[in-house]
């Protein structure tokens, strides 16, 4: 009787010290793995930005050295650029890649047809009719995160008070800032307000630099602003300017 008394005590005082140890362990190897998994992701969309970045960069350059002229602003794309069963559209060839204001054509939607078209952009990218508007996966290419992404002259860059126009590449929204953060520490300065890559509100992306509010992209709405890689949006975008 009191070998099963002894046998009772010893299955309801729990686990040995040995037995919560390997459990510690095991745990903190899950916790590690878990971490580990996370961060090899991130450093794979980090990269697919700076790839994807690159790309198109190198894709409007060619472009240049061909055509004489930017892709979406090209005159006479329909002249020298296959498009497929119907021509291609042309650009105004005023030198400015723009955002389709005043009713004008979106040439920043038709610079991916024009960049497809003529094999230096991989993908099908079509602008069927002037009238496009709207980005779509028909006519722009997205990134990982499934925002569009945005070729055009304009000033939809870097904090609010900027007026100064120029061409830049922007990667879309839904982007965590962390990942940005990351890919402006890889390719620029690490500063959203400051060097080639830098912060952008192109559709809507992130709740708009802010200042010093959890839930923003940025810190501030100023060229001394940082990233809010801890606490900031999962709905932030960037833009590199273009050389």
């Given amino acids: ?3 099963i008394h002894r ?16 459990l510690l362990v095991i ?31 190198q894709a409007v350059l060619a ?28 650009g105004n060839g005023n030198g400015r890649v723009e955002p389709g204001t005043g ?15 003529a094999g230096f952009l991989r993908g099908n990218y079509q602008m069927l009719n002037p009238g496009v508007a709207v980005p779509a996966p028909d006519n ?11 070729l055009a002259f304009d000033d939809n860059w870097g904090y609010s008070a900027n007026t100064v126009a120029r061409h830049n590449l922007k990667t879309g929204n839904y982007v965590p800032a962390a990942v940005l953060a990351e890919v402006d520490r890889k390719i620029d300065d690490g500063l959203p307000g400051t060097g080639r ?21 940025t810190d501030a709405d100023s060229p ?15 833009a590199t300017l273009l050389r």
């Fill in 63 to 90: 472009f240049q050295d061909r055509f004489h002229a930017l892709p979406g602003d090209y005159l006479e794309a329909s002249s020298n650029i296959s498009c497929g069963s119907s021509a291609c559209l042309d």
């Fill in 197 to 217: 890559f830098q912060f952008s509100a192109y559709a809507g992306a992130g709740d708009a630099p802010v200042g010093g509010t959890t839930g923003g992209c």
């Fill in 103 to 117: 009713g004008a054509i979106h040439e920043d939607i038709l610079a991916w047809q024009h960049l497809s078209a």
């Fill in 140 to 150: 722009t290419p997205s990134n990982v995160f499934g925002g569009y992404l945005q």
């Fill in 7 to 22: 046998a009772r005590s010893r299955a309801c005082a729990g686990f040995t010290l040995l037995e919560v140890a390997i």
């Fill in 27 to 57: 745990v903190g190897l899950i916790i590690m793995g878990t971490v580990r998994a996370q961060q090899l992701i991130r450093n794979a969309q980090v990269r697919d930005f700076i790839a994807q970045q690159d790309a198109v960069e």
């Fill in 224 to 238: 001394a602003a940082t990233w809010l890689e801890a606490s900031g949006s999962d709905n932030c975008g960037a």
């Fill in 1 to 3: 009787m009191q070998a």
